[in-house]
């Protein structure tokens, strides 16, 4: 069988088959040579443009700090050793003129956020420096002085002094950056002088040690000597400033952390407004809500910060209370402590924001106006109620319980007008013992109520029973610091 053309009835229907296909063709190339453009934008040739735009900006920072050297041990060869001459000689040529201070010099990076010359680094950089030098792109060097410091997310901020206006370079909005941008870090890496590294966005929001940390991680090169550089955006704006790196030789394998330029540009409004920080403070001892805790206080999902104590301070003022569950702060949803303690160190001291809560099986909402945190001082809640004297023992939820009593609380050291139970001793095969309850503990709530009496933690547990649950809330005590463990009800079946 052979394949034939079918013919087209007429000639005017072969000129408009003409004309349609070589609309379609043009149709095509434009859109070729539209993806083309497009492709070309998407990934450009090199990145010189923008590293010629921003290195200005960025500088090199030398310290020098005066080092006390140790003075010469005494006593290490006894008396009438042979050895003894030999030593003397040594500790004469290293006497009084060979113990001098000397300089010790240390390197490291920053960059320029205004002309008129604030410069930001990291903490861990100028910490202790006796004199700080910075050198710019072009080679000149300018003394610096500190502004002031902020160790919990190890920024600081420098000053320098120039009769010109200094190139500088702006923060960007670290929210927006998202995991696989590009990135461009910068930086005196090694001391190898003024060095370019690139890489995306590997991760957001991680923490390290800090209370309020929120870096960005990295795959650009970040070294020894890069700490305080800044980590730029393909429009040339820093999203961070490069502080970390996770590595097991000390050199770069692609895991490098920058503290978010959102929480650097607070911090360093306030330095240069105030010299120091003024973080907001709600007066809240905080844990995470674990499923087990939600179920035992009936919230739907773990969600927010749960409050094990509150001491004197803003939030006692407003009417918070231990055992409350911290759901929104300030308009903000609040998923986790972290979250809450971020929110509230950014907020203005004396600023009165909504808190919302659960309690009692309901959210409420209260208004608490902000302390300082950096003024705060702890307070140990004040427990009330009558001591109990029994000297009766309850063995429940695989513990063994007993009402605190006068001479308990003066081996313990605790305050005299404390109450609760004290934890005699925890079965080792218990749900308790799992969650770290040990002999000396004192529960002072359950189902977040106080107890103060054996009966009345058997009237709590009843209660959580009759009304469903699976497991109850304890308030336990250690040395003074509170937290809530959630037991099963089931271990007490």
Request: glycine residues 10%; negative net charge.
């Amino acid at each position: 069988m052979q394949l034939q053309a079918i013919p087209f009835p007429s000639s005017r229907l072969d000129g408009s088959a003409a004309r349609a296909r070589a609309m379609v063709l043009g149709a095509l190339t434009l859109l070729f040579l539209v993806a083309q453009t497009m492709v070309a934008q998407a990934k450009p040739e090199s990145l010189a443009p923008l590293a010629e735009k921003i290195s200005p900006a960025v500088v090199n920072i030398t310290t020098t700090t005066m080092v006390e050297r140790p003075t010469a041990p005494q006593g290490i060869v006894p008396e009438g050793s042979p050895f003894e001459d030999l030593f003397r000689d040594f500790r004469d040529r290293n006497g009084p003129e060979g113990r001098k201070p000397r300089k010790s010099s240390a390197l490291g990076s920053g960059f320029v956020i205004s002309e008129d010359g604030y410069v930001v680094t990291n903490n861990h950089v100028i910490d202790g420096a006796d004199e700080i030098t910075i050198e710019f792109f072009s080679g000149e060097e300018m003394p610096a002085k500190l502004v002031g410091t902020d160790p919990k997310t190890d920024i600081a901020l420098l000053k320098v002094e120039s009769d010109t206006p200094l190139p500088f370079v702006s923060f960007g909005n670290s929210d927006q950056a998202r995991v696989g941008d590009w990135v461009l870090a910068m930086g005196n890496p090694l001391g190898q002088g003024f060095s370019a590294s690139v890489g995306i966005v590997s991760a957001r929001n991680r923490a390290l040690s800090g209370t309020y940390d929120d870096y960005i991680q990295t795959d650009a090169a970040i070294n020894r000597g890069n700490s305080g550089g800044p980590l730029f955006n393909m429009d040339g704006d820093v999203i961070g400033v490069n502080t970390a790196i996770l590595s097991p030789n000390g050199g770069s394998i692609g895991i490098g952390f920058s503290m978010a330029s959102n929480v650097v540009t607070k911090v360093v409004d306030q330095l240069r407004e105030f010299g120091e920080t003024r973080r907001g403070w709600l007066g809240v001892r905080i844990q995470d809500v674990t499923d087990d805790v939600a179920e035992a206080i009936g919230l739907d999902k773990p969600e927010g910060a749960l409050i094990t104590d509150v001491p004197e301070g803003p939030a006692q003022e407003a009417g918070l209370k231990s055992g409350d569950v911290i759901l929104a702060f300030d308009g903000v949803d609040v998923k986790d402590t972290r979250e809450l303690v971020r929110e509230v160190g950014s907020a203005t001291v004396g600023k009165t924001v909504r808190v919302t809560v659960f309690r009692d099986g309901k959210t409420q909402e209260f208004k608490v106006t902000l302390g300082r945190r950096e003024e705060a001082e702890s307070v140990p809640v004040a427990m009330q109620g009558e001591e109990g004297g029994s000297d009766e023992q309850l063995d429940v939820l695989g513990l063994s319980l007993r009402p605190l009593t006068s001479q308990m609380r003066e081996e313990m050291s605790l305050p005299d007008d404390s109450t609760g139970l004290v934890v005699l001793s925890v079965d080792e095969a218990s749900q308790a013992f799992d969650k770290g309850l040990r002999a000396g503990d004192v529960i002072t709530e359950a189902g977040q109520q106080k107890v103060e009496t054996l009966d009345g933690l058997e009237e709590r547990i009843t209660e959580a029973k009759d009304a469903g649950r699976k497991s109850i809330l304890l308030l336990v005590r250690r040395a003074g610091e509170p937290r809530f463990v959630a037991l099963s009800l089931e271990d007490d079946e």
